[in-house]
């Protein structure tokens, strides 16, 4: 498809010409779609619209203690900022696919986070016997600086994931985009709409007036969170030290859980690749293909399956490369009911993995298509030398070292068969006394196996057809098609080939690759879906250095480690500029370190929900979950900004020290668990989803916001206390 043009779009101009064709085709000719592409976007981007409805259901539902007027006013400040929002990825370049959409659903939970912070703090000001103008004028200026705060650390924290290296930034690059203008547009609309709408219909209070869900949720909070905060403010350091070690255990999942790159497509699809032994012909790598498909065509689930033989199907996946053509190759791809589960394909998968690998004949790979940027095999190990016979035998350690450990499955090693070549070999000496030249044997030879092309002619249907002078062909060529050979002389005589050469067999490498400008062998593994891939690697990784390497001759890893390394190249140092923006904007805003060092407390502490959340899930740590974790990092700083910038502010009116700490700790709980349990509401839907790509994203932020809300509302207050800023 042309780049920059939408595939629902070209699919309404292309199925009506398709249903014309069929309509022509003889009889004994058929056109089926195998596949299209089109159809799963437009049920993707269906289900991503549902999620989108589903997640401003919840945060509508969420909103409710602010009153049905605060709660419609905050309300509409979705579709503004994410109109603004697009309008501004759309000047940057950036189109609607599903990484951009699931940003906008994951800032959808996020750009409500502002106008509710504006709009609760304009009702307590209203509430405190103010006229709706003033209220949203003091309340909006007491506010301002905390909301721009807050915001430009959620826009961080999204940075490191813009300026990823390689092709995992390119990959992933549009969803971190799409929140940071959503979030941007939201603080625009929450400092100017917002309070501009509030004084039209926000209604004069009087002092202490209420909703009945207000009142409900301050009940709840005076009567549960007042008195574990004053029990944890008069024994802080012991606060302190449980809260630390909860943290401490959480790190020891980090090895429970391992880490994969990038998780397995859970489309109900896969492709089936047969190699048969080297130099077959189309018609017995035909016959293999065929017994292949009668065995997948006993799959319950099935609904199709389209098979090439001699090469390899069309690009049917984004980073899945089709094979030239080749003789002794083939290849299914199958594709199953579209309600298939990902755990019933991979059941699927392992069955007729085990089933043809009692198939004699041929080499049958079950591959099931994988997420990110493309990559030979999860396991690669490349050796770079010289001498082609030292690299063969240095492959085939590597090969059974592949093969011994556990977790690995279709090891290949393109050096493991010698193909064997027949060598023409001249007489020189001979031949020049004969007068024959050694041109005119290569050539006579040529012709009499390969042929030579003598032109082309237009046949009298117009077709193009080439003039191929050669010798009779039987079924099966023989040493005896070498026998009738005869080599002319410059005196027109002929001499039998057998007089002048000998026929010798010799064996030679498959390929000859490269890497750098050296020669290679990458000798590669896929491995078991019941297996990490991180840690086969690891094992194969230890073994490695039981391999001797002769001088001049290195490995190094491809495959997933590489892309790993790629993918986080220079990560370390974006992290840490991230860092120094963070502690740079928060000084700028409290002006002091104390207040700086209390609010980046809250990290650790949303690391922990975040874990335990992979943990029960059942999800590794994998790129898109570290994504999260430096999402949430920035999201739970904000949270933190509120109540620590609020106690500031009442410490400068004169309350004391501890009773600032608990005055800001009730005030500002409802905005901040309303801004908490809308974002959670705005990513359930993700979380949710088949999709193995995304939904770690949302576990992650889920578990994060979580746990940061329930440990920091006590944990921030108490380091509040331990380490007071100057005011």
């Known amino acids: 498809m042309k780049e920059g043009t939408n595939i629902s779009k070209v699919q309404e101009k292309?199925?009506?010409?398709?249903?014309?064709?069929?309509?022509?085709?003889?009889?004994?000719?058929?056109?089926?779609?195998?596949?299209?592409?089109?159809?799963?976007v437009n049920r993707r981007l269906g289900g991503l619209g549902?999620?989108?409805?589903?997640?401003?259901?919840?945060?509508?539902?969420?909103?409710?203690?602010?009153?049905?007027?605060?709660?419609?006013?905050?309300?509409?400040?979705?579709?503004?900022?994410?109109?603004?929002?697009?309008?501004?990825?759309?000047?940057?370049?950036?189109?609607?696919?599903?990484?951009?959409?699931?940003?906008?659903?994951?800032?959808?939970?996020?750009?409500?986070?502002?106008?509710?912070?504006?709009?609760?703090?304009?009702e307590r000001w209203i509430r405190d016997g103010y006229n709706k103008k003033e209220a949203a004028i003091k309340a909006t200026q007491q506010i301002s600086i905390s909301v721009i705060g807050c915001t430009v650390t959620l826009i961080i924290a999204f940075l490191p994931l813009v300026f990823l290296p390689e092709s995992s930034g390119d990959f992933v690059r549009s969803l971190p985009m799409s929140v940071i203008m959503s979030v941007l547009a939201s603080l625009v609309v929450s400092l100017t709409i917002i309070p501009f709408l509030s004084t039209w219909f926000l209604k004069n209070k009087e002092a202490g007036h209420s909703n009945r869900f207000f009142d409900l949720f301050q009940r709840g909070i005076h009567a549960s969170y007042a008195p574990l905060l004053e029990k944890a403010l008069k024994k802080p350091v012991a606060t302190l030290l449980i809260a630390g070690a909860i943290f401490f255990l959480s790190l020891g999942l980090f090895p429970i859980l391992g880490f994969s790159l990038f998780p397995s497509s859970e489309k109900p699809q896969f492709l089936v690749n047969i190699t048969t032994p080297l130099q077959s012909n189309l018609s017995n790598t035909d016959t293999l293909v065929r017994q292949v498909?009668?065995?997948?065509?006993?799959?319950?689930?099935?609904?199709?399956?389209?098979?090439?033989?001699?090469?390899?199907?069309?690009?049917?996946?984004?980073?899945?490369?089709?094979?030239?053509?080749?003789?002794?190759?083939?290849?299914?791809?199958?594709?199953?009911?579209?309600?298939?589960?990902?755990?019933?394909?991979?059941?699927?998968?392992?069955?007729?993995?085990?089933s043809f690998a009692k198939l004699v004949g041929a080499k049958v790979e079950v591959k099931n298509f994988e997420q990110g940027p493309p990559v030979t095999a999860p396991i690669e190990i490349r050796l770079v030398g010289e001498n082609l016979d030292t690299l063969r035998s240095l492959a085939g350690k590597v090969e059974q070292l592949l093969k011994q450990t556990l977790g690995t499955l279709y090891?290949?090693?393109p050096v493991s068969n010698l193909k064997t070549d027949i060598r023409v070999a001249i007489q020189k000496d001979k031949a020049r006394q004969l007068g024959i030249a050694t041109a005119d044997i290569d050539q006579t030879v040529r012709l009499a196996l390969a042929g030579l092309n003598l032109g082309s002619f237009t046949d009298p249907k117009g077709n193009e057809r080439s003039i191929l002078l050669t010798t009779p062909k039987d079924d099966r060529a023989t040493l005896e098609t070498f026998d009738p050979i005869f080599i002319y002389n410059n005196q027109g005589k002929g001499v039998p080939l057998s007089q002048i050469a000998d026929l010798k067999f010799e064996s030679s490498t498959l390929t000859i690759d490269h890497y750098n400008k050296n020669r290679s062998v990458s000798v590669s593994s896929f491995v078991d879906a019941n297996y990490l891939t991180d840690r086969v690697l690891n094992q194969v990784i230890d073994k490695l250095d039981e391999i001797p390497l002769p001088e001049g001759y290195r490995l190094s890893l491809g495959g997933e480690y590489e892309t790993k390394q790629e993918s986080?190249?220079?990560f370390d140092t974006i992290i840490i500029i991230t860092v120094f923006l963070?502690?740079?904007?928060?000084?700028?805003?409290?002006?002091?370190?104390?207040?700086?060092?209390?609010?980046?407390?809250?990290?650790?502490?949303?690391?922990?929900?975040?874990?335990i959340a992979l943990w029960i899930t059942g999800n590794s740590l994998s790129f898109v979950a570290i994504i999260g974790l430096i999402a949430l990092a920035g999201i739970e700083v904000k949270t933190s900004i509120l109540l620590v910038d609020f106690t500031n502010q009442l410490r400068k009116e004169g309350v004391e020290l501890d009773t600032a700490i608990q005055q800001s700790g009730e005030i500002r709980f409802?905005?901040?668990?309303?801004?908490?349990?809308?974002?959670?509401?705005?990513?359930?839907?993700?979380?949710?989803?088949?999709?193995p790509l995304i939904s770690p994203l949302a576990i992650v932020l889920i578990g994060g916001l979580i746990s940061s809300t329930i440990l920091s509302r006590i944990v921030t207050p108490v380091l509040y206390k331990l380490l007071p800023p100057k005011i």
């Open 568 to 570: 986080f190249a220079g």
């Open 293 to 354: 498909e009668q065995e997948v065509s006993k799959i319950p689930e099935l609904r199709n399956f389209a098979t090439n033989v001699g090469k390899g199907n069309p690009r049917i996946y984004y980073n899945e490369i089709p094979e030239n053509e080749r003789s002794d190759y083939g290849q299914l791809f199958v594709q199953l009911q579209p309600e298939t589960s990902a755990p019933r394909k991979l059941e699927i998968i392992q069955t007729l993995q085990s």
């Open 582 to 611: 963070f502690i740079a904007v928060l000084i700028l805003l409290f002006r002091t370190f104390k207040s700086t060092i209390i609010v980046l407390s809250v990290i650790p502490l949303g690391m922990v929900g975040a874990l």
């Open 14 to 40: 292309y199925s009506p010409l398709l249903a014309t064709s069929i309509e022509k085709l003889p009889e004994n000719i058929d056109l089926i779609v195998a596949f299209d592409q089109a159809d799963y």
């Open 50 to 122: 549902m999620d989108f409805l589903i997640a401003i259901a919840l945060v509508f539902v969420t909103l409710l203690p602010l009153g049905n007027r605060a709660s419609i006013i905050v309300m509409v400040s979705i579709p503004l900022s994410l109109a603004i929002g697009l309008i501004l990825m759309n000047a940057l370049g950036y189109g609607l696919n599903q990484l951009s959409i699931v940003g906008l659903v994951v800032a959808l939970g996020l750009l409500v986070d502002d106008s509710i912070v504006v709009v609760e703090n304009i």
């Open 670 to 691: 409802l905005p901040i668990v309303l801004t908490t349990i809308t974002a959670i509401g705005g990513l359930i839907p993700v979380a949710l989803s088949t999709n």
């Open 411 to 413: 090891v290949n090693n």
